[in-house]
């Protein structure tokens, strides 16, 4: 049984912490926090919806940033699904936008190859209650296999994270089985596999190698708090997932963006106290130079 310090596992941070603050302002506290990555939330060019999103800003002022503070932008994330149902049936192919998730898909892959990023984040989602199962995900992933068409030679892969019709390992597992493409993995949010009732030992198992990130995060009621400071049972799971053997990128959440309008809260702490928490249990103590950095 391996132990925790042994772990290869690396400790990022999603920005959908700090949705009101720009980059520079993020930029200024991340070495502080002590992140080795950061997963950044993007809705696209034109949106305004974060001041952080990375397409506001010149990509290689945003690369310059995050490596002057030592880290790797780990992920892109975006909202992209491929389950919208083509309507009227059959004519629809002919008449409707079936292929827009396609053209989101290739501008966000665009955008990780300018960051030097090497994976794009995307959703299957749901199979609409009056369609066949066979059906809809034939449609799901005819779609997902053409995005991830345009990942060769990018550098850049697609991580389909679990939600929707596809909670559970097994059902990205079959989903990836269909598209049949090694440009496209996982990214397995624990949380959203525990409420379908899946531990991350089982989904680990099941994903194998194509297990690339796994999702954390904290809860005290529908509060979003500090990793270790809710009632998740985190440490459980950080403790299974340093065992499992998976080497990838384990990225926290806190859903700060998603919370009431006007809502008090200190980001500082937050990110600092779940770093610390990510690197004890994961890999280690935090490194040296990083808690320097914090005093």
């Known amino acids: ?143 997902l296999a053409k995005a991830a068409d345009y990942c060769r030679n990018s550098g850049v892969k697609l991580m389909v994270e679990n939600g929707g019709t596809f909670n559970r390992a097994a059902e990205l597992a079959e989903l990836l089985d269909k598209v049949a493409s090694p440009l496209v993995s996982v990214a397995y949010s624990v949380p959203v596999g525990k409420l379908a009732g899946e531990s991350i030992t089982d989904a680990a198992n099941v994903l194998g190698d194509r297990l690339a990130c796994v999702k954390v995060k904290d809860m005290k009621g529908t509060t979003p708090v500090a990793l270790g400071h809710g009632e998740l049972q985190v440490a459980a799971d950080l403790a299974a997932l340093a065992r499992s053997g998976f080497e990838g990128w384990c990225v926290f959440e806190f859903d700060r963006a998603w919370l009431p309008a006007g809502a008090s809260v200190d980001v500082d702490a937050v990110l600092t106290a779940s770093a610390k928490t990510l690197f004890q249990a994961l890999g280690g103590p935090v490194p040296a130079s990083r808690v320097a950095a914090r005093v």
């Open 1 to 143: 049984m391996s132990s925790p310090a042994a772990s290869k596992i690396k400790p990022a941070f999603s920005t959908v912490a700090c949705p009101d603050w720009t980059l520079a302002q993020i930029g200024e506290r991340l070495e502080a926090w002590g992140f080795l990555g950061i997963e950044m939330r993007t809705f696209g060019t034109g949106s305004t919806q974060f001041a952080c999103d990375p397409a506001l800003t010149a990509p290689a002022k945003t690369r310059g940033m995050v490596r002057a503070a030592g880290m790797d932008v780990c992920s892109l994330a975006t909202g992209i699904a491929y389950d919208e149902p083509v309507d009227p049936p059959v004519i629809g192919n002919v008449i409707s936008d079936t292929e827009r998730s396609i053209r989101q898909t290739k501008s966000a892959i665009d955008l990780a190859v300018q960051l030097e990023c090497p994976f794009v984040r995307v959703f299957g989602f749901e199979i609409p209650s009056g369609e066949s199962r066979k059906s809809g995900l034939a449609r799901i992933a005819s779609r």
